[in-house]
């Protein structure tokens, strides 16, 4: 048998490369908030897993927008059960971000699925782009 020189910094590579990968899972499966916006409106996409639509609040004021919503089993549904094995069923999110132009609050809608909040807010008329039209100058 071969004796061998033992490094314990020759796993570290390897170890940097795994924890990075599962980094990178981690965030892109829990990403909570996306604003973005086009021609016509800001839509802004959060992640509520867990939470039911009706357990969802949504507040626009000053050019500010707030997402809570929360999610809690009930004593009532707990006596329903004989839980073998359970993990937190507990949901909690709050968000919080500004919106990037002037919006039409008053027409904003919220639809709720597969865990995902997507709220559309119109864009006011004055911030919309405007398109020119060119015409070619006519010749004398």
Known sequence: MAIVRWDPFDILPRWHEQWSKMADDWSEERQGLTVYETDNEVVVEANMAGVPAEKVDVSL???????????????????????????????????????????????????????????????????????VKVKAKAKK
């Open 61 to 131: 004021e000053g050019g500010v927008i707030t997402i809570k919503g929360e999610y809690k089993k009930t004593e009532k549904e707990k006596e329903k059960k004989k839980v073998v094995y359970r993990q937190a069923r507990q949901a909690k999110y709050l968000y919080t971000t500004s919106i990037p132009c002037p919006v039409q609050a008053n027409k904003a809608k919220a639809e709720m699925e597969n865990g995902v909040l997507m709220v559309t807010l119109p864009k006011k008329e004055t911030v919309k782009p405007k398109k």
